[in-house]
């Protein structure tokens, strides 16, 4: 199993093992479940973005996004997406591994530089018709589209201009959102506004591991601020467009704990990391302020009436949950902190992920206690499989236990009151991992990476029969 630094374990600033050893409390306890039948009309899905299963990166009119132009040689296996899943042409037979499954819901993104190639303008009707295509496909077969309007890729041509930095962007984000409701609203009701817009700011604009691959910290500011500001007007046109949608957006509310060694040290860590990874997200949408911790970074872009726009109330929250954040205090870093090791023995996924299902109980108990229990959809949840060869691919009985450990989770917190609607899982076909590229697999079904044939993994029978049944298998 490698463990490379990823976007996960390398977020600000140098990981060093040197207080690895000290440990911490691997998980927060959570009752078990007193039931393991799920709600009937609990929503069963799972999940995709475009760059990362759609290939066709030349059809069609569609513009380049910055991922397009994001250098191979910072991908752990020198891959591009230029095929990628190849979903562009066999979304029919993703769809119909779907419904094969039972499952009702598929969330999927739309490419903006499909819609409007150089991201702004003119809109390209074969990105429209692309989409309607998918949507149809979907409703067809009694599935509910789910459509993520902005899951990181971004038009190359508005990076020229500043991206995320521009407070412009967030216009034409509003601009392609109204384009959007206009042309689609008709047949997809459920809209995803931002995808982890958190991981955004971090692994693509400080880090450099993810495109825009920039790596200033002094960005942190405008780029969250601009992204929570074109979620609101993106929200404000949407509904303008269309008045019959339900409109959410996702974040990657990530439990923060203080790594063991310095107590109150790494306590302030991990405080400082919850401010600018959640609070500065979730205090916004549902308070309509930033937090005071985050408000240094961002006061310089934020302007009158802003957060008004930034407040809307939602149809759901979407939560992803693949691991807890361990916090250290770093005096070498700038910003005083940087990720320590999770605590010795627990285990980590292929993609040097902890596995910890208490994670996703303590951040659906926070959304409950803290923001006003909204209706939350989990958006994504998975783990990449540690093996990638052999017979064990498919026989995956990793991910069902893993699978199996986080629905507990999620029981469990409804029944203290979460209201949890449904649970999409991340992902339907192993597909292109960011810079991970096709060495993470995180699919119910294996891909042949040479003739794109799908093949059902264990986990996807195992995930049919809890979507037709509701029913958690011990
Ligand atoms: C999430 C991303 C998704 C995928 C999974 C593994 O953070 O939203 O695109 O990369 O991680």
């Not at 069609?60 to 979903?87: K, L, M, Y």
Request: hydrophobic share 40%; glycine share 10%; proline share 5%.
């Amino acid at each position: 199993m490698s463990l490379s630094i990823t976007r996960r374990t390398a977020a600000l600033g140098a990981v060093s093992a040197s207080l690895a050893a000290c440990g911490s409390p691997a998980a927060v306890a959570f009752p078990a479940p007193a039931s393991r039948q799920f709600p009937t009309d609990f929503i069963w899905g799972c999940a995709t973005s475009a760059f990362q299963i759609e290939g066709a990166l030349g059809e069609d009119g569609r513009g380049q996004s910055i991922w397009d132009v994001f250098p191979r040689e910072a991908i752990a296996d020198r891959s591009d997406a230029s095929t990628a899943n190849d979903s562009y042409h066999r979304f029919g037979e993703d769809t119909a591994l779907l419904a094969d499954a039972g499952l009702k819901a598929y969330r999927f993104s739309i490419a903006w530089p499909r819609i409007m190639p150089v991201g702004a303008g003119a809109v390209n009707q074969a990105g429209i018709d692309y989409y309607a295509g998918l949507a149809d496909a979907c409703l067809g077969r009694g599935i509910t589209p789910y459509a993520t309007l902005f899951h990181w890729d971004l038009p190359l041509a508005l990076q020229a201009t500043g991206g995320w930095t521009s407070r412009d962007t967030a216009q034409r984000f509003a601009d392609y959102a109204a384009e959007i409701g206009a042309r689609l609203g008709g047949r997809i009701k459920h809209f995803v506004i931002l995808n982890e817009p958190s991981v955004h700011v971090f692994a693509g604009h400080v880090l450099g591991i993810h495109a825009p691959g920039l790596k200033d910290a002094s960005l942190i500011g405008p780029v969250t601020h601009h992204q929570n500001l074109a979620q609101g007007l993106a929200i404000q046109a949407l509904r303008a467009a269309q008045s019959d949608l339900a409109i959410g957006t996702t974040l990657a509310v990530t439990p923060s704990r203080a790594a063991r060694g310095w107590p109150f040290l790494n306590d302030r860590a991990a405080d400082g990391f919850d401010a600018v990874w959640n609070r500065a997200y979730l205090d916004p949408l549902f308070k309509g302020e930033y937090p005071k911790a985050a408000r240094d970074f961002v006061e310089a872009s934020v302007r009158e009436g802003d957060m008004d726009i930034i407040r809307q109330p939602l149809d759901f929250l979407g939560v992803n949950y693949y691991a807890p954040a361990y916090l250290r205090f770093d005096p070498s870093s700038d910003a005083r902190i940087a990720l320590g090791e999770p605590p010795g023995g627990v285990e980590l996924d292929a993609f040097g992920r902890h596995i910890d299902p208490s994670g996703l109980w303590q951040l659906l108990q926070r959304v409950r206690e803290q923001y006003g229990n909204p209706r939350v959809l989990i958006t994504e949840n998975g783990c990449s499989d540690p093996f990638s060869t052999g017979p064990a691919v498919t026989d995956d009985r990793f991910r069902i236990d893993y699978l199996r450990r986080h629905l507990e989770a999620v029981k469990s917190a409804m029944e203290a009151g979460s209201q949890v609607g449904g649970y999409f899982h991340w992902t339907l076909v192993d597909n292109w991992e960011w810079a991970e590229g096709y060495r993470s697999k995180f699919g119910l079904v294996a891909q042949d990476r040479a003739s794109g044939a799908r093949t059902e993994k264990a986990s996807y029978a195992w995930f049919k029969a809890l979507a037709e049944s509701g029913a958690l298998p011990a």
